[in-house]
């Protein structure tokens, strides 16, 4: 359970430009063929799994430059930028994204903090819902009649965690196998949460965000300060 911020070297920004033609090409093939070898397929995907990362840069890139870069030095021409003029460029619109970044960044948090705050009042009046000291709320689904585990044991659990707009960011259950770590070596819901529970016991979490990522959140799935819920079966402790 865990985005990086745009930073760009020459090298990158060679890699950028290149992956993003072969973004480019492979959608405008895609209109007119199949891919049937395994050198177009390659191709192919690493077009469409570029774009997705590309996305938050699009509008920056006038892609008629870009192909003309490219195409100059594949060919072997001078550039039309010299050196010391392009790692000014790239340093003035690496700190540009970087600046975005930040700025998105705030307002996803305090879209999280407002709408988390929201879930977590109305979701302790339901009958349910247990409320610890820490803010951590749960639903016993099923009680287990096992021990209890802890802070010094592994367990074995199947689980599933969502964000509060139900989008699914990690499950052992589409793995099809339970995941085992310790219990301290989990976000702290997660320790408080199995230290209560009994081995076959099925429980619902609903974590707030200082016991969960943060204001650093984990990857792209799981933004800053957000609330996550989570399916959690205690299978058994291991030692």
């Given at each position: 359970?865990?985005?990086?911020?745009?930073?760009?070297?020459?090298?990158?920004?060679?890699?950028?430009?290149?992956?993003?033609?072969?973004?480019?090409?492979?959608?405008?093939?895609?209109?007119?063929?199949?891919?049937?070898?395994?050198?177009?397929?390659?191709?192919?995907?690493?077009?469409?799994?570029?774009?997705?990362?590309?996305?938050?840069?699009k509008e920056e890139i006038e892609i008629n430059a870009l192909v003309n870069g490219l195409n100059d030095q594949f060919g072997g021409k001078p550039t039309a930028?010299?050196?010391?003029?392009?790692?000014?460029?790239?340093?003035?619109?690496?700190?540009?994204?970087?600046?975005?970044?930040?700025?998105?960044?705030?307002?996803?948090?305090?879209?999280?903090?407002?709408?988390?705050?929201?879930?977590?009042?109305?979701?302790?009046?339901?009958?349910?819902?247990?409320?610890?000291?820490?803010?951590?709320?749960?639903?016993?689904?099923?009680?287990?009649?096992?021990?209890?585990?802890?802070?010094?044991?592994?367990?074995?659990?199947?689980?599933?965690?969502?964000?509060?707009?139900?989008?699914?960011?990690?499950?052992?259950?589409?793995?099809?196998?339970?995941?085992?770590?310790?219990?301290?070596?989990?976000?702290?819901?997660?320790?408080?949460?199995?230290?209560?529970?009994?081995?076959?016991?099925?429980?619902?979490?609903?974590?707030?965000?200082?016991?969960?990522?943060?204001?650093?959140?984990?990857?792209?799935?799981?933004?800053?300060?957000?609330?996550?819920?989570?399916?959690?079966?205690?299978?058994?402790?291991?030692k």
């Amino acid at each position: 359970m865990r985005g990086v911020p745009v930073k760009l070297t020459a090298i990158t920004t060679t890699i950028i430009s290149f992956l993003f033609i072969c973004c480019f090409a492979s959608e405008t093939l895609a209109e007119n063929k199949t891919y049937t070898s395994k050198k177009e397929k390659i191709s192919y995907i690493i077009g469409t799994n570029m774009a997705k990362s590309l996305l938050q840069i699009k509008e920056e890139i006038e892609i008629n430059a870009l192909v003309n870069g490219l195409n100059d030095q594949f060919g072997g021409k001078p550039t039309a930028i010299t050196e010391e003029e392009a790692t000014e460029i790239m340093r003035e619109f690496s700190a540009k994204m970087n600046e975005l970044q930040k700025e998105k960044k705030k307002e996803l948090s305090e879209k999280a903090i407002k709408e988390g705050k929201k879930f977590l009042e109305e979701n302790k009046k339901k009958k349910d819902v247990v409320t610890t000291k820490s803010g951590l709320q749960y639903i016993v689904e099923k009680k287990g009649d096992g021990k209890i585990p802890s802070t010094k044991d592994k367990v074995k659990v199947h689980y599933r965690g969502t964000t509060l707009d139900g989008n699914e960011f990690d499950s052992s259950f589409k793995r099809g196998a339970p995941a085992t770590f310790p219990v301290t070596g989990v976000i702290k819901g997660w320790t408080e949460a199995l230290q209560l529970m009994k081995v076959g016991s099925k429980y619902k979490l609903f974590i707030p965000s200082d016991l969960a990522y943060g204001d650093r959140g984990a990857g792209p799935r799981i933004g800053p300060n957000q609330v996550l819920i989570f399916d959690i079966e205690l299978i058994g402790i291991e030692k």
